[in-house]
């Protein structure tokens, strides 16, 4: 089955930096790659995603990059705000199958 | 408003009480799913159904079943429910034409088993 990797679990940056989450996978017939975004008691919702036919898609500040070769898929977000503070979660849907497995989750916090 | 719904939010039972999480969806999607998420392991997909009568097992069924007799219904039942199973469950559901596509998920509901 899948295998999803996520790094790093918990990431703390300053109002205004540049935030990185990368996710690892082990399936090189998957082909999409979504992030979701839980705040504290809330529910995931999806930010943003991208295929496999895709290596970059941006949406404001943020945007993924999809390297297909090494099997993996980052999250940026630059200009960080406080309220980017939340759990974020990659996830990969296999090509095959109705399964969509996610990774551990990272924690961010941005400091004002 | 489009929206998943779940019910019970909050649930406090004593272990080999059998006990019913109704999930349900006004989108008319044909996909539902059910997640439970535990500190450092993200969200686990116990069961997910691809339409009506048609349900299939995640990475993590065992001790959970469910049942999809209509569209926008999909209750996680626990027959004879462990601590193992305290947890946070999330039901979510999306259309099914493609095998891509949001989630949408519903407010979780926060099972203990004492």
């Known amino acids: 089955g899948e295998n999803v990797e996520q790094h790093p679990s918990t990431l703390s940056v300053q109002e205004g930096d540049s935030a990185v989450i990368k996710c690892t996978y082990s399936?090189?017939?998957?082909?999409?790659f979504p992030w979701y975004k839980q705040e504290l008691g809330k529910r995931p919702q999806l930010i943003i995603d991208i295929r496999s036919n895709v290596g970059e898609k941006k949406d404001q500040r943020i945007a993924v990059t999809l390297n297909k070769t090494a099997k993996h898929f980052s999250l940026h977000i630059t200009e960080t705000q406080p309220e980017d503070s939340a759990v974020y979660f990659c996830?990969?849907?296999?090509?095959?199958?109705?399964?969509?497995?996610f990774g551990a989750g990272t924690i961010l916090r941005v400091k004002s | 408003e489009a929206q998943v719904t779940q019910n019970p939010r909050y649930l406090i039972t004593v272990t080999g009480k059998k006990l019913t999480v109704t999930c349900s969806q006004n989108m008319n999607h044909e996909y539902m799913s059910w997640y439970r998420q535990d500190p450092g392991l993200g969200l686990r997909q116990i069961y997910y159904?691809?339409?009506?009568?048609?349900?299939d097992k995640g990475d993590v069924p065992e001790g959970y079943k469910v049942s999809r007799k209509e569209k926008r219904n999909f209750p996680l039942i626990l027959e004879s429910p462990s601590p193992n199973q305290t947890s946070l469950y999330f039901c979510?559901?999306?259309?099914?034409?493609?095998?891509?596509?949001?989630?949408?998920f519903g407010e979780g509901s926060r099972l203990t088993v004492l």
């Open positions: 159904s691809m339409n009506v009568e048609v349900t």
């Open positions: 996830a990969v849907q296999m090509e095959y199958g109705n399964k969509l497995v």
């Open positions: 399936d090189s017939a998957s082909n999409y």
């Open positions: 979510a559901s999306r259309t099914g034409t493609m095998n891509t596509g949001e989630l949408f």
